[in-house]
């Protein structure tokens, strides 16, 4: 069975605190996702990732960073925390782009910035 | 861009059906697919289907698609509490790279 696990399930940051979130694969899949989910908007991609040190921008990468030095993790990185950015964050990741390739999600990790 | 949108809530008792709708845009999604989060999950991959096909069943799962009309739609037959949940509507068009729906909050009333 795929494996995704994240490093926190609940996070409680401060405005302007640099905020990591770790998401670690161990089926040795090529990509690797970052979403965040707010309710009635679904999930919205942030960045991905399709290779070791490679990066591509989602649909909303403003105020965030990722970085993937191994292939088996990838980090979201909040460089300055903001109150808008609290939500519910999911990591996925899939053996490579096909379209069959199915994206296996972590459990989620959910912050909250004061 | 595309879009894919769902209705927020859908209510069921025990044993009946339940139907989730979904609307996209894309005329070019490839794969359609359905997913369920349970409460403090991620997401699970329920089914696919390809948009040459319009129906796929899968067990309590029928899901139809009127490419035409760009609407998708997920039935769960004799629809139990465990179903009580998120799902999600997802399409691609390049890949796997995925547009979903706002997500359809499904609650199984006993």
């Known amino acids: 069975d795929v494996k995704v696990t994240q490093s926190s399930r609940y996070l409680v940051k401060r405005t302007g605190e640099k905020v990591f979130l770790e998401c670690v694969q161990d089926?040795?899949?090529?990509?690797m996702f970052w979403y965040r989910q707010d309710p009635g908007l679904g999930l919205r991609l942030i960045y991905f990732?399709?290779?070791?040190?490679?990066?591509e921008k989602g649909d909303i990468p403003e105020g965030y960073s990722v970085s993937r030095e191994k292939k088996e993790r990838f980090s979201l990185i909040l460089e300055s925390a903001s109150t808008n950015q609290t939500s519910m964050y999911l990591c996925?990741?899939?053996?490579?782009?096909?379209?069959?390739?199915?994206?296996?999600f972590g459990p989620g990790t959910r912050l909250t910035v004061l | 861009g595309e879009d894919v949108e769902q209705s927020l809530f859908l209510s069921v008792r025990e044993g009946d059906s339940s139907v989730i709708n979904c609307t996209y845009t894309?005329?070019?999604?490839?794969?359609l697919y359905w997913y369920k989060q349970e409460p403090g999950a991620g997401l699970q991959l329920l089914t696919y289907?390809?948009?040459?096909?319009d129906m796929k069943q899968d067990q309590r799962l029928t899901v139809l698609l009127n490419k035409k009309d760009k609407h998708l739609s997920l039935r769960i037959a004799d629809t139990q509490t465990g179903d009580s949940a998120i799902y999600f509507c997802?399409?691609?068009?390049?890949?796997?790279?995925?547009?979903f729906g706002g997500g359809t909050r499904l609650m199984v009333k006993p």
């Open positions: 997802a399409e691609s068009a390049a890949g796997n790279m995925l547009t």
């Open positions: 289907i390809f948009s040459n096909m």
């Open positions: 089926m040795d899949h090529e990509n």
């Open positions: 996925a990741s899939s053996l490579s782009a096909l379209s069959t390739d199915t994206q296996y």
């Open positions: 894309d005329s070019s999604s490839t794969y």
């Open positions: 990732s399709y290779d070791v040190k490679m990066k």
